[in-house]
């Protein structure tokens, strides 16, 4: 007897290896997903705004990287003594101006770099509802706390993500034919919106990703983490304390099924060794100076440095630098 539905997912095609170059943006499973890609040495570029929740601040965080367009001070504001701009998630939140333009614009430009040499483009898209500054007009990728008088909230409509994600899309395949673009819809309700909005806004990212698809068949994939969640981890034990974000046992299972989609048994062999070498980085002796830790220590530079040799393309440079001193 089975008491749950199975999302059904075919193993894809092209899967996923430490030959691809990837970048991330957007919410929850990137945040989620892309942190576990990173733990396990993938190359892979998460979030070089911060977390980003709704298709435009995607769409158009993407597109001036893409142009290699600078921040500059009109961009930025203060509040109570911290720097911030509407670009970016509170994370790149600095002192001062100069420490904030730093920061935004050497992420920009690394971020530039490497969407260039980009083979697999991760986009999750949380909510459809976007806020705009009443005093300019311009939309914000994030609130920052600030009175909600300062904004009006307005819904995205498909046709309109589906026509500027197709200039966007076009963009970069002209640039990076071979590049392959993977959607996901965040399954975190954005309960703030209401039940029922929460509802349309997700609904419509599905239409519109769909809509997509239908016109980049070779280049879009889609992976169902909101499907996964909505209907195989529907209980609330698999939430947190918030009863809104999946807990670390749903995001352990998304994984999961993310590596079965992705993972070639070469690919799932390599994983095995990162995780065997970073777990014996993170054991912690009782006594450090022990003639046996040293051992360990050796034994375990060894096999990190003749792992490094045969593979290339995994950097475990700063860990090897912290075992040789």
Known sequence: MLFR????????????SYNDYMMMFGSCFVENIGKKLQDLKFPIDVNPFGVLYNPESIRRSILRMMERRLFDESEMFEQEGVWNSFYHHTKFAKLSSEEFLNQANDALLKGADRLEKCSVLFLTLG????????????????????????????????????????GLISTLLSKNPQLRIVFTVS???????????????????????????????????????YEIVMDELRDYRFYAEDMIHPNEQAVQYIWERFSETYFSEETMHTINAVSKLTLALQHRPFNPESESYKKFLSTTYSQMKSFCEKNPNIDFSEELKRLER
Not at 6 to 13: H, N, R, T, W
Not at 204 to 211: D, Q
Not at 216 to 221: G, H, N, S, Y
Request: with cysteine.
């Open 187 to 225: 399954p975190i309700r954005h309960w703030k919106d209401g039940a029922h909005e929460n509802q349309i806004s997700k609904a419509t990212l599905l239409l519109a990703v769909e809509k997509l698809r239908s016109l980049f068949p070779k280049t879009i994939e889609y992976f169902p983490a």
């Open 5 to 16: 539905t199975l999302v059904e997912i075919e193993k894809a095609e092209a899967g996923i």
């Open 127 to 166: 909510t459809a509802w976007i806020y705009r500054l009443k005093s300019s007009g311009d939309m914000v990728s994030n609130c920052h706390k600030l009175p909600a008088a300062m904004f009006v909230r307005e819904r995205l409509e498909v046709n309109e993500i589906v026509e500027s994600y197709s």
